[in-house]
């Protein structure tokens, strides 16, 4: 799935200053560029989030993340802690460790539910489940997560930039809860389970109905009615598909197999 990950750019940028030189004490990049797990010395809280702020910039993210953390522990009550979470956030999730990335969104929002920025966290938390999708032969548990948190975005900041984002992964992600249906759908009608097999593609028309696998299911459903010797269901689905989607591939399909296995049935 693809990153777009919008910042809330006009907030992000640091106070002018000059930066400070900072030696950093184990905290530099370990093995595979993972930040090594050591304690990082007490320092002033611009120049640490500064040093952050840098690492993220050029591209070490954990090491970035673990320094916006220790702007929020060090510095609890100072104004930038409550920035050093958000950024946190982002930055883990740059680094792909979707699950710290949604705990420190998630706790951004616990401490500052009404907070401008809270839209952004709650897109971010979005983000990581969505990254997450597996394709449909795996179990889609995250699939729908990240369906829940898109619809979340969509309901409580309309109008937003993220909604607007968030409505076209909507979109995606059913269409892809509907190709796991399908897929299940066909195991089923291959080994021959006729009912389990129309159960899954009626899930598809009765919930994703805008997807790419209407037209598909709509067919299915010919095939597994005929196959439990009700050709007057099968034909009501022929109909739907003539209806919707005449002269497409899948009606001449349905079609023909109508007049092959039912030929006796009103015709479609």
């Not at 640490?48 to 510095?75: I, N, S, W």
Request: charged share 25%.
């Amino acid at each position: 799935m693809s990153k777009l990950a919008f910042l809330p750019s006009s907030r992000v940028v640091l106070l002018a200053g000059a930066a400070v030189a900072i030696a950093l004490t184990g905290g530099c990049s370990g093995r595979g560029g993972k930040p090594k797990d050591t304690a990082y010395v007490a320092r002033d809280v611009d120049s640490l989030y500064l040093e952050a702020k840098k690492r993220l910039d050029q591209g070490e993210a954990k090491t970035a993340a673990a320094l916006f953390d220790e702007v929020e522990r060090q510095h609890p009550y100072s104004p930038w802690a409550r920035r050093a979470q958000l950024m946190s956030a982002f930055s883990y999730y740059s680094a792909r460790d979707y699950t710290k990335s949604i705990q420190s969104a998630q706790r951004f929002l616990s401490i500052h539910p009404g907070n401008k920025d809270a839209a952004y966290a709650y897109y971010l938390v979005s983000l990581c489940y969505y990254e997450q999708i597996s394709d449909v032969s795996r179990d889609q548990k995250t699939t729908l997560q990240a369906l829940t948190a898109l619809n979340d975005v969509v309901r409580r900041f309309p109008g937003t930039r993220y909604a607007t984002d968030a409505k076209l992964k909507v979109d995606l992600v059913n269409d892809h809860l509907a190709g796991k249906e399908m897929d299940i759908g066909r195991f089923y009608e291959r080994a021959g389970r006729w009912l389990a097999a129309d159960i899954r593609f009626r899930n598809v028309i009765d919930k994703y109905q805008t997807t790419s696998h209407i037209q598909e299911a709509l067919f299915r459903l010919v095939e597994t009615n005929l196959s439990m010797g009700v050709p007057e269901e099968a034909q009501k689905y022929a109909a739907v598909l003539g209806a919707n989607y005449p002269g497409s591939e899948w009606y001449e399909k349905a079609h023909a197999l109508m007049q092959r296995h039912a030929p006796g049935t009103k015709a479609i």
